[in-house]
């Protein structure tokens, strides 16, 4: 059973306009969020967190949003640019996250056109 | 400064063969980390190593084998290897446990078992 979930598996977006990937969490003790990007024939990278303590997060371009009643996190791209064209992986922790125990979801391909 | 470096990149393999493949960081972390990539799912944690001298089992620890050889690298090991192992593999670093952090991830190995 899936505890961590992208429904969307990709996403097509023009560049300036805003990216919104979506992604839901089944386990009421996850406390730590993370958003991953991946490029092909790379590792993912570290792209924005959230605890569960926030509501919001922002650094630069990249928004991270929690609605802990709705188990709903989402990540904002705004303004989007062709080289943001990457799976992005949304990935939760509870305390054992530390650890860097990590439950990922499936990823969405955004795709950005100029 | 390399993060964190896998090898080989590819490799194929014949169901029944061993191989091992390598992972060194160069970032002085603490804790390291081997995940597995297969196609249309997330990432899945094999086996971890919170410090040196110390390896735990991760979601998917079946038909493999880890070593934590020091610090710096963290080996896993393929005894018998079956098509049910073909897969991209990642290692993956953080700086300490005990707090929220975010993994480094190297460029992953893409095995193929035949």
């Known amino acids: 059973d899936q505890q961590v979930k992208q429904n969307s598996p990709s996403l097509s977006v023009q560049e300036g306009r805003i990216s919104i990937l979506n992604c839901d969490y089944t386990?009421?003790?996850?406390?730590?969020f993370l958003w991953y990007k991946k490029y092909p024939a790379e590792g993912p990278t570290f792209l924005i967190s959230i605890s569960s303590i926030k509501d919001k997060n922002e650094d630069g371009r990249f928004t991270v949003f929690l609605n802990k009643s709705a188990k709903h996190l989402s990540l904002h791209i705004v303004p989007s640019q062709p080289g943001d064209s990457a799976v992005y992986f949304c990935?939760?922790?509870?305390?054992?996250?530390?650890?860097?125990?990590?439950?990922f979801g499936k990823g969405t391909k955004l795709s950005v056109k100029p | 400064n390399a993060g964190v470096t896998q090898t080989p990149k590819f490799q194929v393999l014949k169901t029944g063969q061993s191989m091992t493949l390598q992972c060194a960081q160069d970032m002085n972390h603490n804790s390291m980390y081997w995940y597995r990539q297969d196609p249309g799912m997330g990432l899945r944690l094999i086996y971890y190593s919170a410090s040196e001298g110390t390896t735990d089992k991760g979601e998917v620890p079946n038909g493999y084998n880890v070593s934590r050889l020091n610090k710096r690298e963290f080996s896993l090991r393929l005894e018998s290897a079956a098509p049910s192992q073909t897969s991209v593999y990642f290692c993956a670093s953080i700086r300490m446990t005990g707090i929220h952090s975010p993994l480094h991830f190297g460029n992953g190995t893409r095995l193929t078992v035949t």
């Open positions: 990935a939760a922790s509870d305390e054992r996250g530390s650890q860097g125990n990590l439950i």
């Open positions: 386990n009421s003790m996850f406390d730590y």
